[in-house]
Antibody
Framework: QVLLVESGGGVVQPGRSLRLSCAVS????????MHWVRQGPGQGLEWVAL????????YYAESVKGRFTISRDNSQNTVYLQMSSLRAEDTAVYYC????????????WGRGTLVTVSS | EIVMTQSPATLSVSPGERATLSCRAS??????LVWYQQKPGQAPRLLIY???TRATGIPARFSGSGSGTEFTLTISSLQSEDFAVYYC??????????FGQGTRLEIK
């Protein structure tokens, strides 16, 4: 059974940093690309970042480029999202999602973790 | 960036009836389109990939069609559990991976 569990969300002041984690189980983590996707309050879905199965390639949405960093530890079956210089518009539920075999859509999702950026 | 536009924003349909949801891409994307269903408080669930192939465990009442720039998700006979928000997403040209803004399917 595929399981993805996000953690690390919370309330943070504008300009501060936060690191999200996504622990996975039930599949061979090191064989899959992983994404972060976010959803603002009452809003639609926004793709945030992608990391290749081996960590060698990373892509970011323009809205977070230079502020967010995606990484992974294949020995710990965990993907991370380091978020810095946070803004109010980064407030969202952040989901990690498994890439479907290099096709760049998402066949399994975590339940999400809420990040609120507020003073 | 490819812009995905869904219509209508909200669709009101009675249980047992057919629902037809549309998604348009700003550029040709072949069949590189997926549909997700999202219920309140839950993560999205993959329904359709490759524009028309149902994901594992998805009932046959869900069907997808289209290619190029125009796509349709049809739910043939609505069940109570089908009332949710539906998103399309293109994976032909990235980054970025882009979603439509969603169609809310509500009970009439």
């Amino acid at each position: 059974q595929v399981l993805l569990v996000e953690s690390g969300g919370g309330v943070v002041q504008p300009g501060r940093s936060l690191r999200l984690s996504c622990a996975v189980s039930g599949f061979t983590f090191s064989s899959y690309g992983m994404h972060w996707v976010r959803q603002g309050p009452g809003q639609g879905l926004e793709w945030v970042a992608l990391i290749w199965y081996d960590g060698s390639v990373k892509y970011y949405a323009e809205s977070v480029k230079g502020r967010f960093t995606i990484s992974r530890d294949n020995s710990q079956n965990t993907v991370y999202l380091q978020m810095s210089s946070l803004r109010a518009e980064d407030t969202a539920v952040y989901y990690c999602a498994r890439d479907q075999g290099g096709s760049f859509y998402f066949d399994d999702w975590g339940r999400g973790t809420l990040v609120t950026v507020s003073s | 960036e490819i812009v995905m536009t869904q219509s209508p924003a909200t669709l009101s349909v009675s249980p047992g009836e057919r629902a037809t949801l549309s998604c348009r891409a700003s550029q040709h994307i072949g069949s590189n389109l997926v549909w997700y269903q999202q219920k309140p408080g839950q993560a999205p669930r993959l329904l359709i990939y490759g524009a028309s192939t149902r994901a594992t465990g998805i009932p046959a009442r869900f069907s997808g069609s289209g290619s190029g720039t125009e796509f349709t998700l049809t739910i043939s006979s609505l069940q109570s559990e089908d009332f949710a928000v539906y998103y399309c997403q293109q994976y032909n040209d990235w980054p970025p991976i882009t979603f439509g803004q969603g169609t809310r399917l509500e009970i009439k």
